[in-house]
């Protein structure tokens, strides 16, 4: 049982540092923090250098892989640049073997020692230190979670029965492999079951070919490992995880041929003869991941398509990509302020699919869930984007500026609203059809999404006659639901406490949507040209 709770609650650390990590790092993505890890894997070197001290700080290529998939969902790393960040970190792990051991769990605390306290007493200040302190504490839980799955796993070293199986295998080559990998998959690293194969090998529990076979296995398993890890991502950043695992797979084939040659192949050369079996398992663990990472520019062009067929893109994915912002477009920042309203209007042109399930005329695109999440990924990325463009705006395009900016603060809370008032409207779509409440859903749910509909042809015309019109439309709407709810309530003497409160709930949620919709009209800029989405952004999310 305490092997048990151990390696679940390591699991849970870890599962929960990876998901936290990404969070954080979201809020960190900036375009100096983006302009700063573009420029340390700029290169094919530079990003095989970058991964290989990551993986010799961490001495963990699964921490390495899911910081760098966090870093792909949040848009801070290109899908391309993490491949050889990942493909190289393995090697930086051959430390562990090849010299003295890096705490991990030390190295955990006081990334959540000095993150908590930072944060705790107040010395973290607000905006991007707050989200980098978030990240360094979520950083911590990961390599928490790690370092104690392999303690946990650490008794399995000196096991009977583990002995036992080992004995009862004799000369066999695959009850080593198999065995290599079960543990593998189990204490999430490939460098402690090597270091178990040279320890049981000195012994004599092993010869040197199922010591070798052992190790191979351990490198299969730790890219199940990651592949069992990343069963919650989706898109780039498992596509990511994929190719960590075919990696290993990779080095785990073409290592384990050779020393079943050698088994079945008395008197052939066997490399590093001259050496003792420790330093030779050793060199094998140095292959295992090296072969594989010189290989990698041969197999680069066909990676996307494999990657993608293994794991396709996903609408959340899609949906969550920007299609005219990009960082170049910050050096004419007239330009960039524009291609943020086309943005933004894009992002008002998906809430009315927030409605779907209570219209009659539902498109069937994307789910509710999906609209909302990519939403507010795409509301942080225009933010970023923004105070960029701000910090360089000329003094005759700051008002324009300033107004996107406040425009933006509204697309959260005007999603939300949106979304709440869906909820409802769902809810009171299924009360009895001589409900008040009931006769109300689709009324104010068509109500609704004609207004969202108008703000986002006014976001995208610029036009200030526009504007005006859909502020006078969304003019202030507390008077009539007040009388509305009056009436309902007159109407419907009877009526029991929970159709009451999805009533107000209802009439609530339909008042302050229209409220930030007028809101959202008045701060629209006027634009220096017209703008236009393209015909493919129609079926968006469909």
């Given amino acids: 049982m305490d092997l048990i709770a151990t390696l679940l609650g390591g699991l849970g650390l870890f599962l929960a540092g990876v998901r936290g990590l990404g969070s954080a790092l979201q809020g960190m993505a900036g375009r100096r923090l983006r302009i700063a890890v573009a420029r340390a894997t700029r290169g094919g070197l530079s990003a095989a250098l970058t991964g290989a001290a990551l993986g010799a700080l961490t001495q963990s290529s699964n921490a390495v892989t899911f910081i760098a998939a966090s870093m792909v969902q949040a848009g801070l790393l290109p899908l391309a640049r993490a491949l050889p960040v990942v493909a190289w970190c393995n090697l930086g792990t051959v430390v562990l073997v090849l010299a003295a051991s890096l705490d991990l769990r030390l190295a955990a605390l006081w990334l959540i020692g000095v ?70 998959l189990v204490a999430q690293s490939s460098s402690t079951v090597t270091i178990l194969a040279i320890a049981l090998a000195e012994v004599g529990l092993l010869d040197g070919a199922q010591a070798g076979m052992a190790v191979c296995g351990a490198s299969l398993g730790s890219g199940l490992s990651v592949l069992l890890l990343a069963g919650g991502l989706r898109g780039a950043a498992r596509r990511l995880a994929t190719f960590q695992a075919l990696f290993k797979a990779a080095g785990a084939v073409l290592l384990a041929v050779p020393f079943i040659v050698w088994h079945f192949g008395p008197g052939l050369p066997v490399p590093f003869a001259e050496a003792d079996l420790p330093h030779r398992l050793g060199c094998l663990f140095v292959a295992l991941q090296l072969v594989p990472a010189l290989l990698l520019p041969l197999i680069t062009p066909y990676l996307p398509k494999l990657l993608e067929r293994l794991s396709p893109t996903t609408p959340e994915e899609t949906l969550a990509q920007p299609k005219f912002l990009y960082d170049q477009a910050l050096d004419d920042v007239p330009t960039a302020l524009d291609l943020a309203g086309q943005e933004q209007a894009r992002l008002f042109g998906r ?102 509909t108008e703000l986002q042809e006014a976001a995208l015309s610029g036009d200030g006659g526009d504007a005006g019109t859909l502020a006078e439309l969304a003019a202030d709407r507390s008077a009539m639901m007040d009388g509305l709810r009056r009436r309902i309530a007159r109407a419907g003497a009877d009526m029991p406490p929970e159709g009451v409160d999805l009533l107000f709930r209802v009439t609530a949620l339909f008042e302050r949507a229209v409220w930030l919709i007028r809101r959202a009209a008045l701060l629209l800029p006027p634009a220096r040209s017209g703008w236009a989405v393209p015909a493919e952004d129609e079926d968006e999310g469909a």
């Fill in 351 to 452: 809430l009315p699919w927030l409605l779907d399930g209570v219209r009659e005329e539902g498109r069937g695109g994307a789910d509710r869930a999906t609209v909302s999440a990519t939403g507010e990924a795409m509301e942080r990325r225009i933010a970023a984007f923004l105070e960029e463009a701000l910090a360089r705006c000329p003094r005759e395009e700051l008002g324009r500026a300033v107004a996107l900016q406040n425009l933006n603060g509204v697309l959260s809370p005007l999603r939300e609203a949106a979304e709440g008032l869906a909820v409802a409207l769902e809810a009171a779509s299924r009360r009895d059809a001589g409900d008040p409440v009931h006769a109300l859903a689709a009324p104010l749910a068509e109500a609704l999404h004609l207004l969202l």
């Fill in 115 to 184: 993150a908590g306290c930072a944060a705790t007493l107040g010395r973290g200040g607000g905006g991007r230190w707050k989200a980098v302190l978030e990240a360094t504490f979520q950083l911590g839980l990961l390599f928490l979670g790690l370092a104690i799955l392999k303690s946990g796993a650490a008794p399995l070293r000196d096991a009977e029965a583990l002995r036992g199986a080992m004995e009862l295998a004799g000369h066999a080559l695959l009850p080593p492999f198999l065995l290599g990998t079960a543990i593998a």
